[in-house]
């Protein structure tokens, strides 16, 4: 951008939101911009946008975490325990990275 000519300022308003490939499946496959867009569009439209976002992101580190769900799932599904920790134990880290690729939309040959 500096290259074109073109001038860099800081404001004080939220211009972007980052958005992790590691959230978005096949992000690289299909290349979506659909939510940088919604958010774009809410930026604009919300003059406290950032506000309230830093209210929410305050709220939820004040939140305790949630004991009784992770106890509930336990006690509803405890044959999956074992095979959730041999995964664990037994997973090669390139596995792990081929398969985070996998769900990013990275093809094996790349």
Do not use: M, N
């Not at 006690?75 to 074992?82: V, Y």
């Not at 690729?101 to 040959?109: A, E, I, T, Y």
Request: hydrophobic letters at 45%; one cysteine or more; aromatic letters at 10%.
């Amino acid at each position: 951008a500096r290259a074109a000519g073109l001038r860099f300022a800081i404001v004080p308003r939220l211009t972007a939101i980052k958005f992790p490939a590691a959230w978005r499946r096949d992000v690289y496959r299909d290349r979506p911009c659909h939510e940088q867009a919604a958010w774009l569009e809410r930026i604009r439209a919300e003059g406290d946008l950032e506000t309230k976002l830093l209210i929410d992101i305050a709220f939820d580190l004040w939140k305790p975490p949630s004991l009784g769900a992770r106890v509930v799932r336990l006690l509803l599904q405890p044959w999956r325990w074992p095979a959730v920790i041999w995964r664990r134990v037994t997973s090669s880290k390139g596995r792990t990275i081929r398969k985070r690729l996998r769900f990013k939309g990275v093809s094996d040959h790349a």
